[in-house]
């Protein structure tokens, strides 16, 4: 088994709540502090999402994300930036729309996982052709993460986004604990949180929360 396929595996297979870090909405707390408390309550992969960092900051900061996910068993994804994820050792890399062609990534990074973000049908029907390991479908809901933006796809878009493809996928954006049973219902395994769990009061005990709903409701 390659390390792509192993990669791949655990995604999977082992991951339901994929969280994302976003340091300025978490009430005040770093990085290290979200990243040690979703890990403690069961989280099978984390990104890395920073925006505001220089590239020496963020460099320091993937190598201890690495670092830890390595020692609990989880996958450590960076967003956008492939520099980053190949210096960290990250297992893979999130690109949105704006950011370097997956296509291209492949090329250059035959090992990493891949994921894309999809705001139209057409291109989650294309992730695969693309290289794509996975695909996210979003956003999904009024979400502070993306500013800018004043449509939002709904429940609706999942069947209509998936039907085009036979990836694994995410779904992002607004979502919420009282989402999980119609997320599940309408195909969802993997959704993406950001501010459902940095601004939790206590991050880890909300991350084994949803684990546990997720894992449970699944069944």
């Known amino acids: ?8 595996r655990k995604f999977i297979t082992e991951v339901t709540l994929y969280p ?11 990085d290290r502090e979200w990243l040690e408390a979703v890990l403690a309550g069961g989280a099978r992969i984390v990104q890395l999402r920073d925006k505001e960092a220089d590239g020496r ?3 320091a900061k993937a190598k201890l994300f690495r670092r830890k996910t390595r020692e609990a068993g989880a996958l450590f994804i960076v967003n956008d930036r492939l520099d980053i994820a190949l210096l960290s050792e990250a ?24 994921g894309v973000s999809c705001n139209r049908e057409e291109e989650a ?7 794509a390991s996975y695909y996210n479908i979003g956003p999904l809901f009024t979400t502070g993460t993306k500013e800018g933006i004043k449509e939002f796809l709904g429940l ?34 993997r959704p993406a949180v950001v501010t459902a769990l940095t ?21």
């Open 91 to 114: 297992d893979g890399i999130h690109l949105g729309n704006q950011d370097l062609p997956c296509e291209e990534v492949r090329r250059f990074a035959p090992d990493l996982l891949i």
């Open 125 to 131: 029907a294309s992730a695969e052709e693309r290289g």
């Open 156 to 189: 609706e878009a999942i069947p209509r986004f998936s039907r085009h493809s036979s990836l694994p996928f995410t779904v992002m954006g607004g979502i919420k604990k009282q989402h999980i049973p119609a997320l599940l219902a309408a195909g969802v395994r």
């Open 20 to 30: 994302v870090s976003c340091e300025k909405l978490a009430a005040g707390r770093g």
């Open 57 to 59: 900051t963020l460099l």
């Open 199 to 219: 601004q939790a009061a206590d991050i880890a005990a909300e991350t084994r929360e949803w684990v546990n709903l997720l894992s449970k409701q699944a069944l």
């Open 1 to 8: 088994m390659t390390i792509y396929q192993e990669r791949l």
